[in-house]
T-cell receptor, first 115, second 112 residues
Framework: GAGVSQSPRYKVAKRGQDVALRCDPI?????LFWYQQALGQGPEFLTY????????KSGLPSDRFFAERPEGSVSTLKIQRTQQEDSAVYLC?????????????FGDGTRLSIL | KNQVEQSPQSLIILEGKNCTLQ??????????LRWYKQDTGRGPVSLTI?????NTKSNGRYTATLDADTKQSSLHITASQLSDSASYIC???????????FGQGTRLTINP
């Protein structure tokens, strides 16, 4: 497809379960970002990849959060032992280059609900 | 402390009217400022990107201004349409950094 694709669109899990969220960036885009957006708030940065290298993971809230992009394309955000405060929309974005002036193209997000 | 503050938090106007949304930031050193539109249940879509040297940029009925000295930006929407109902988010990038710092957004509702 032409845009950033995320799956699943909705995920409901019980507290304590592990979840995996997938992001397919725009083909050829070097940079990939994950953001967490709580209800009624702006997105908050989680982590950034340049190709397969995770260059910044300063926004990951705890060691239960793990992201990977092993082949420099598709990325997965994994959350272990989920807690209710993990409920949010998780947004993925990609950009063609690595400069800070590059536009970021967002997917429609995965809405995660922890019961 | 939020480094990007937006006002108002929400705004309701009639179709056809103009409106202006405000953004103040403390992010430093500054690289660029972006305005995004986010429809309910969708990802943000870029409207404008402005660097330090730019003080105005237009995209159709959207006009963004930037005063890097006072660290303020505004987004002006002219002749509003029902489809303009969305959240408008101000986003600032730091020099040398890749991550975006988002404001909380202004929820705009256009009524017929």
């Amino acid at each position: 497809g032409a845009g950033v694709s995320q799956s699943p669109r909705y995920k409901v899990a019980k507290r304590g379960q592990d979840v995996a969220l997938r992001c397919d960036p725009i083909s050829g885009h070097v940079s990939l970002f994950w953001y967490q957006q709580a209800l009624g708030q702006g997105p908050e940065f989680l982590t950034y990849f340049q190709n397969e290298a995770q260059l910044d993971k300063s926004g990951l809230p705890s060691d239960r959060f793990f992201a990977e992009r092993p082949e420099g394309s598709v990325s997965t955000l994994k959350i272990q032992r989920t807690q209710q405060e993990d409920s949010a929309v998780y947004l993925c974005a990609s950009s063609l280059g690595q400069g800070s002036n590059q536009p970021q193209h967002f997917g429609d997000g995965t809405r995660l609900s922890i019961l | 402390k939020n480094q990007v503050e937006q006002s108002p938090q929400s705004l309701i106007i009639l179709e056809g009217k103009n409106c202006t949304l405000q953004c103040n930031y403390t992010v430093s050193p500054f690289s660029n400022l972006r305005w995004y539109k986010q429809d309910t249940g969708r990802g943000p879509v870029s409207l404008t990107i402005m660097t330090f040297s730019e003080n105005t940029k237009s995209n159709g009925r959207y006009t963004a201004t930037l005063d890097a000295d006072t660290k303020q930006s505004s987004l002006h929407i002219t002749a509003s349409q029902l489809s303009d109902s969305a959240s408008y988010i101000c986003v600032v990038t730091t020099q040398g950094a890749q991550k975006l710092v988002f404001g909380q957004g202004t929820r705009l509702t256009i009524n017929p």
